[in-house]
């Protein structure tokens, strides 16, 4: 079982590093640097700032946001991340993940997916770090699940629009029709706002691993009391 | 005390080299014989498919260099899936060290591959790589090939079935995880093949 932890704008290095520290202390299981904005401006993530990273902290790290090809992606792969994830840019050229998974492996290519239900359907949509031009993909989710993996996404995360930022729990209805169709790891994203949301979407939906950002970063949940929670509750976690 | 980590090509390695820096290690990469030959330790690290890997040792000869070495060696993920004989993967003939064969991990078992998480190991001989490090301890594992429990195997791991996590063998060490993005226990992993060359 994997808890992430997803960054966002992080401008500020010293911050970042910090953070990073403090939340492999606390015993997160894996870190997700994710570049909202790059994918919308059209522009890469900048990779010193991986090279940081990747020399203080001891546990398996991705990086999201703005990857468009595969140079783009071994320069942050070079820089020290463990896996570089995918969205927009997968979207508008599926051909990358194929392109991707030659060249480094599947288990470095994450695809993420963000998704929301649209007239009794879940829809991907893209460019979703920008309200001006998000826009609704013409692929259905569960479809796109499967072409995701065929062309080799070694990981999906799925970050259920609906609930992002709400706090009212994960997307379970969404993320178990996913994992009937995801024969790869499997990440919640979306909607985490107590320790008992954690608690359902590994019971009821068989994830692999689920992603937070605001309860962390608030403060909200402790990554400590989470995990003894959730051994409490019979989920198996790294002591 | 000198190490060097073998080239084997593959994006990511770096983070072995990080690894060892804060340990306060420095460790040259190299596809050079006679610089890997001089060391005292050496860590073959390896990420990408066992075809490429083995094409790259092999360009450099080095197929026929890392066998013969009698310095403490470390395999690390498809570094220890290249010290056996075989990976299923593409069909490839490995270094030959230990004996066994790297084989898919099915994809009947109910459970997601590649395998890739935290995962606990436990002791099943006598092992030097896990000295002071307790039984069914977590390390991340990212692979989609997996060794069955073989004679060098001191350390297993349960993904639908039993496979080699650790393997120790004579000079020659290896770990199908990631020691270097397992927190402290992996960080202790690799003092403790640190002190096998004389120094820490």
Not at chain 1, 190 to 201: E, K
């Amino acid at each position: 079982m994997v808890k992430g932890v997803r960054f966002r704008d992080h401008r500020d290095m010293g911050d970042i590093i910090e953070l990073a520290r403090r939340y492999r202390e606390e015993q997160a299981d894996e870190l997700v640097f994710y570049d909202i904005t790059a994918s919308p401006q059209g522009r890469s993530v900048d990779h010193g700032w991986v090279s940081r990273v990747a020399a203080v902290i001891d546990i398996p790290f991705c990086v999201a946001g703005g990857i468009r090809d595969v140079s783009s992606a071994e320069a942050i792969l070079n820089a020290g991340a463990d896996k570089i994830s995918i969205n927009t840019p997968a979207l508008e050229n599926p051909g990358l993940i194929d392109e991707l998974a030659h060249r480094f492996g599947s288990q470095c290519v994450v695809v993420g997916i963000d998704s929301r239900v649209s007239g009794g359907d879940w829809f991907v949509h893209a460019n979703t770090g920008d309200p001006e031009r998000m826009r609704q993909e013409p692929v259905a989710t569960l479809q796109w699940v499967d072409e995701v993996q065929a062309r080799g996404a070694g990981e999906i995360v799925l970050n259920c629009m609906s609930h992002d930022g709400v706090r009212s729990g994960y997307d379970l209805e969404q993320l178990q029709a996913v994992r009937e169709r995801c024969g790869v790891p499997l990440i919640a994203s979306g909607g985490a706002g107590a320790m008992q949301h954690f608690a359902d979407v590994f019971v009821t939906c068989r994830v692999d691993a689920a992603l937070a950002a605001t309860v962390f970063h608030s403060g909200a949940i402790a990554i400590p009391e989470l995990k003894s929670f959730l051994r409490d509750e019979g989920i198996e976690v790294r002591q | 005390m000198s190490v060097v980590i073998v080239d084997s090509g593959g994006a990511n390695i770096g983070s072995v080299r990080y690894a060892l820096a804060r340990l306060g290690v420095e460790a040259p990469m190299s596809r050079d014989s006679a610089e890997i030959r001089r060391a005292d330790l050496v860590l073959l690290p390896g990420v990408g498919s066992a075809t490429a890997a083995m094409e790259r040792l092999r360009s450099a000869r080095l197929d026929t260099v890392i066998p013969t070495l009698t310095q403490p060696v470390l395999g690390i993920c498809l570094g220890m899936q290249l010290m056996f004989e075989h990976s299923a993967e593409g069909d490839t003939p490995c270094l030959g060290i230990l004996e066994g064969s790297a084989q898919r991990i099915p994809r009947d078992i109910g459970q997601p591959v590649p395998h890739m998480g935290w995962n606990s190991v436990a002791k099943n001989a006598d092992s030097r790589l896990l000295d002071g490090i307790g039984d069914g301890i977590y390390f991340y594992f990212v692979h989609s090939y997996a060794v069955p429990v073989v004679a060098a195997t001191t350390g297993l791991c349960e993904y639908g079935s039993p496979f080699t996590a650790v393997a120790e063998q004579g000079n020659f060490f290896a770990t199908q995880f990631h020691p270097e993005r397992s927190g402290d226990n992996g960080a202790r992993l690799l003092e403790n093949f640190l002190r096998l060359g004389g120094g820490g």
